[in-house]
């Protein structure tokens, strides 16, 4: 059995894996490789293995240390929400051009230009799309400020990021990396068992998430759009346009489409990585800079996006500071309260919906990750642990083929509105909650928990 098939048994055929590209980087003889990138993206052998195991060691799939991976950050803070951290801004990047063509507050591509620029790396790891085929989004390493602009906007599609270590092996220098935070539990696993690669990889900018999505979610669309051949898309975005922006696909005849953000979002009833639904980090807990979508503003300005943005390590919060003294960026300290009430429905999901969702697994005998972590202290009452387990359940009817054809047949003009219904009405009821706790009304500790 070489350590290959120990990774496959323990993560892969357990359906543990991520997807975040962690063993093919890392493979020092180029062993693994992602299998059908499009469809369940997996990891697969190729060989010849030797037995380093450092595919399996290094692996979130089924164990992450919070705790000893964020010890290096010496953050001076701590939430059981939100992680370690040192500060929370609601911030924008100064230059319009960027806020205009980026997901949010255009701050991970602000961070990645003043990381280059000042000459404090040498390159960058950015999402952008393939050159030939512009609906396939495509891990780059970029060296240059226009190959980051280009860059800017969140792809909401699997991609193992970390598999560009295969490439940062073979290239000398320093690097800035964005990425999602299964991605940097891996990367930050690896730092600790490599130490060169801290060096190596200077800044982990993370972005916030819920979950991602197969790449079967964004062709859905293309059907919707009666795109039966992607060659005819010669530009695609998942962000196009004023804040929060479209999904906007425009085909070479001139003809574009589009479908709101909070629209899109009916795919993650249908298309939600499964592995997904047992992470319980919303918000990069491990990267240097997290970033994230700011729904409260600086200024109220409808249809420019900002950002919230929380630095963890001393490294990242000197970045951030630098590229304010520069004026890159403008921004507002954000109370913990703001920062919390701000995601509340996502980081209840997470925080209070997450272990629940791993309790019912385990006592279904299903596999779980193994984390160690601290979450909020105070118990779930039962009726909860029926919502998730009811959660579980429906996600996994809403992921079958039935279920997905008949979506078809439901015009995303309604879609796209109940949608945004049901979003509104989840965070009226969950920053009541969250807010009560962080206004020090319910006690807002939390407790190191080890499961899985
Ligand atoms: C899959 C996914 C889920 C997300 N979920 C949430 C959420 O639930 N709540 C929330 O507040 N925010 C979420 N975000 C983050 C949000 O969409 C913005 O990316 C974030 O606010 C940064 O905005 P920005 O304007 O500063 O970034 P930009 O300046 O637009 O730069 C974005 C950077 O991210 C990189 N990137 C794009 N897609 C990916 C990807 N899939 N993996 C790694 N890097 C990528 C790009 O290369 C670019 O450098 C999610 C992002 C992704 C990709």
């Known amino acids: 059995m070489t350590d290959f098939d120990y990774l496959q048994k323990n993560v892969i055929d357990r359906g543990l894996c991520l ?84 997901a949010s507050g255009g701050i991970a591509t602000e961070l990645l230009l003043h990381a280059l620029e000042s000459g404090r790396v040498d390159g960058c790891v950015v999402v952008d799309f393939e050159e030939n085929r512009p609906w396939m989004p495509a891990v780059k390493v970029v060296r240059t400020r226009e190959e980051i602009v280009r860059a800017a906007q969140s792809k909401y599609a699997l991609l193992p990021v970390a598999a560009v270590l295969k490439r940062l092996k073979r290239d000398r220098g320093r690097y800035a990396v964005v990425a999602l935070p299964c991605q940097i539990h891996g990367l930050r696993m690896m730092q600790q068992k490599i130490p060169l690669w801290r060096e190596r990889i200077k800044y982990m900018i993370g972005l916030y998430c819920m979950n991602m999505l197969f790449y079967e979610a964004t062709r859905s669309l293309f059907e919707r759009f009666r ?76 249809g420019v996006g900002q950002s919230v943005v929380i630095t963890r390590s001393v490294a990242g919060d000197e970045l951030f500071e630098s590229a304010f003294q520069a004026g890159l960026v403008a921004r507002k300290e954000l109370a913990l309260a703001d920062a919390l009430r701000m995601h509340s429905n996502v980081l209840d999901y997470k925080k209070r919906g997450g272990p629940a969702r791993v309790k019912i697994l385990r006592r279904l005998g299903r596999p779980v990750p193994v984390y160690d972590q601290d979450v909020p202290a105070e118990p779930l009452p039962w009726h909860r642990y029926v919502v998730e387990a009811l959660l579980l359940l429906g996600l996994r009817v809403l992921s079958t083929r039935l279920a997905r054809g008949l979506l078809r047949l439901v015009p995303l003009a309604i879609l796209d509105r109940g949608v945004t219904k049901i979003r509104g009405v989840w965070r009226y009821f969950t920053r009541r909650k969250i807010g009560r706790r962080a206004s020090g009304k319910v006690a807002a500790g939390g407790t190191r928990l080890v499961w899985g």
């Not at 997290?290 to 300005?301: F, M, P, S």
């Open 227 to 302: 795109i039966r051949d992607p060659r005819r898309i010669a530009r695609m975005n998942y962000r196009a346009g004023a804040y929060p922006g479209n999904f906007e696909v425009e085909e070479t005849s001139g003809r574009s489409h589009r479908l709101s953000k909070f629209g899109f979002n009916h795919l993650t009833f249908f298309y939600t990585m499964p592995r997904c639904l047992t992470c319980t980090d919303q918000t990069a807990e491990l990267a240097d800079v997290a970033v994230g979508d700011g729904w409260k503003g600086i200024e109220r300005e409808r």
């Open 19 to 102: 997807r975040c590209g962690e063993c093919v980087g890392i493979c020092p003889t180029d062993a693994i490789f992602v299998k059908d990138f499009a469809g369940l993206c997996l990891p697969a052998y190729k060989g010849p293995c030797v037995d380093c195991s450092l595919c399996y060691d290094l692996c979130p799939g089924d164990k992450v240390d919070f705790p000893l991976l964020a010890r290096e950050s010496h953050p001076t803070r701590h939430s059981p929400y939100l992680g370690d951290y040192r500060r929370i801004f609601y911030a924008r990047s100064t230059d319009p051009e960027i806020v205009a063509g980026a």
